[in-house]
């Protein structure tokens, strides 16, 4: 079921692995570009009324409106499982603990006497967060998503979700019993890359946002793309990936589960295994194929485990092994290895890693304390997952006294003539019409 890479032996150059050795799938965003710019266009154009004929179209629901009413958030949460409730309020708590941490403080670095640079951290001030909907039910990415959001101090929050037909065009139930739950009063019925125009640009029914985040399907990374500048945005998310490295110390019936359980999420959800024990491999293999029997969504996760993006990748030892999973740079992964903190410890590029045979992407997806919105694509090597500082700018405000700027004047002046902008000196120098030991331009002859 699983393709086998074999990486053993292989020539590595000095920058290391070649990444189009290992699985990845196809996702060709800048494709789909030309397909979700007139919808942008329209919501920009139509607003409201565009949005209510987009859910028509790609959700099949005719909606009177796309704003949820208080009362619907109130009664999801009122008739939502209590066992639900008590896992969601679990996550929530330990989400707030983690993330209440990652608070940034001002600081003050005094430059020269009477000068200083201060660094004040402002949270941005309205943000539209995406909670997808569509072959599974997602109230933990409204967790991942807001729990941040109010950590960092934003003051506007607005979440979308798409309409779903079975529940009388508003979001999945479960979806607005977590909006209620954490307090989230402003919801609307829309996905897709409408939903992405609608924060961007603003509609009759909800103001336009400063920034986008949450996942999405390949439509809402397109028009993240697009309208990137208009609006800030976290990543433009594809298919969930995990990778896994491990030993023959590792139990294959969990790397197995891990391997499944991601690839449960969508037919080009990527699921890797690296390993340095053809023994393991090879009892992974079966135990997959032992488990994907059992599994509900045993097609799709078929599809998936056979996919490009899917397989086994044998290595020469697990320093090989490191070199490899740092190259792919996973979304999510785990290190089941024999003393796996260390192994971790060494580990570069990833989302997140799990350590140890207790510390499954499942718990991270839901109340690890940890963040489930995380880079895919290989984008782990340059960037981090949502965090409250994705929602805090950094603003340095500059404050020097007469006698601070005097004795840097000449330095300015200088690197301003340097640079032939001259009237960036002039800016200094007319502070002080009569500047001791300052550096006078050149003459020049006529």
């Known amino acids: 079921m699983l393709n086998r890479i074999d990486l053993r032996g292989s020539a590595r150059s000095a920058d290391g692995i070649d990444r189009d050795l290992l699985p990845r799938a196809e996702l060709d965003v800048e494709a789909v570009l030309e397909k979700v710019r007139p919808i942008c266009d329209d919501v920009h154009h139509r607003g409201s009324a565009a949005l209510i004929d987009y859910a028509e179209r790609f959700d099949g629901v005719r909606l009177d409106r796309i704003r949820v009413a208080k009362e619907d958030l109130e009664r999801a949460l009122e008739e939502l499982d209590p066992e639900v409730r008590a896992a969601l309020e679990e996550s929530v708590r330990r989400a707030r603990l983690v993330h209440r941490e990652q608070r940034r403080t001002d600081t003050t670095v005094r430059v020269v006497p009477g000068g200083t640079v201060t660094e004040r951290w402002v949270p941005v001030e309205r943000v539209g967060l995406y909670v997808p909907g569509g072959r599974a039910v997602y109230p933990s990415s409204v967790v991942m998503n807001v729990v941040p959001a109010q950590e960092a101090g934003v003051g506007s929050l607005a979440v979308a979700s798409p309409p779903q037909r079975d529940h009388g065009g508003l979001p999945h139930p479960t979806i607005l019993a977590a909006c209620a739950l954490l307090g989230v009063e402003?919801?609307?019925?829309?996905?897709?890359?409408?939903?992405?125009?609608?924060?961007a640009y603003g509609t009759e029914?909800?103001?336009?946002?400063?920034?986008?985040?949450?996942?999405?399907?390949?439509?809402?990374?397109?028009?993240?793309?697009?309208?990137?500048?208009?609006?800030?945005?976290?990543?433009?998310?594809?298919?969930?990936?995990?990778?896994?490295?491990?030993?023959?110390?590792?139990?294959?019936?969990?790397?197995?589960?891990?391997?499944?359980?991601?690839?449960?999420?969508?037919?080009?959800?990527?699921?890797?295994?690296?390993?340095?024990?053809?023994?393991?491999?090879?009892?992974?293999?079966?135990?997959?194929?032992?488990?994907?029997?059992?599994?509900?969504?045993?097609?799709?996760?078929?599809?998936?485990?056979?996919?490009?993006?899917?397989?086994?990748?044998?290595?020469?030892?697990?320093?090989?092994?490191?070199?490899?999973?740092?190259?792919?740079?996973?979304?999510?992964?785990?290190?089941?290895?024999?003393?796996?903190?260390?192994?971790?410890?060494?580990?570069?590029?990833?989302?997140?890693?799990?350590?140890?045979?207790?510390s499954p992407v499942s718990l991270?997806?839901?109340?690890?304390?940890?963040?489930?919105?995380?880079?895919?694509?290989?984008?782990?090597?340059?960037?981090?997952?949502?965090?409250?500082?994705?929602?805090?700018?950094?603003?340095?405000?500059?404050?020097?006294?007469?006698?601070?700027?005097?004795?840097?004047?000449?330095?300015v002046i200088t690197l301003a003539r340097a640079e032939d902008l001259p009237a960036h000196g002039d800016a200094v120098r007319a502070r002080f019409p009569r500047p001791p030991q300052m550096p006078q331009a050149p003459e020049t002859s006529a």
């Open 186 to 199: 402003e919801v609307h019925a829309a996905g897709g890359a409408q939903a992405v125009a609608m924060f």
């Open 205 to 358: 029914d909800c103001r336009p946002a400063q920034m986008v985040t949450g996942p999405g399907n390949i439509y809402v990374a397109a028009a993240k793309r697009l309208l990137k500048g208009r609006i800030g945005i976290d990543a433009e998310a594809g298919p969930t990936e995990i990778a896994i490295l491990a030993d023959d110390t590792a139990d294959p019936v969990h790397v197995a589960a891990d391997l499944i359980s991601q690839a449960e999420h969508d037919t080009l959800a990527a699921a890797v295994l690296v390993t340095p024990s053809e023994a393991l491999a090879g009892k992974v293999g079966e135990e997959t194929a032992r488990q994907v029997a059992g599994t509900r969504h045993r097609e799709r996760v078929t599809e998936a485990l056979r996919g490009r993006q899917s397989g086994i990748v044998l290595v020469e030892d697990l320093d090989h092994g490191l070199a490899v999973v740092d190259a792919y740079a996973a979304e999510h992964l785990e290190i089941q290895t024999a003393d796996a903190a260390a192994v971790a410890a060494r580990v570069r590029n990833a989302g997140a890693v799990f350590v140890g045979p207790w």
């Open 364 to 411: 991270g997806d839901y109340a690890a304390g940890s963040n489930h919105v995380l880079p895919t694509g290989g984008c782990a090597c340059h960037s981090s997952g949502l965090s409250v500082q994705t929602f805090l700018r950094g603003i340095h405000v500059v404050d020097y006294s007469r006698e601070a700027l005097a004795g840097i004047a000449p330095q």
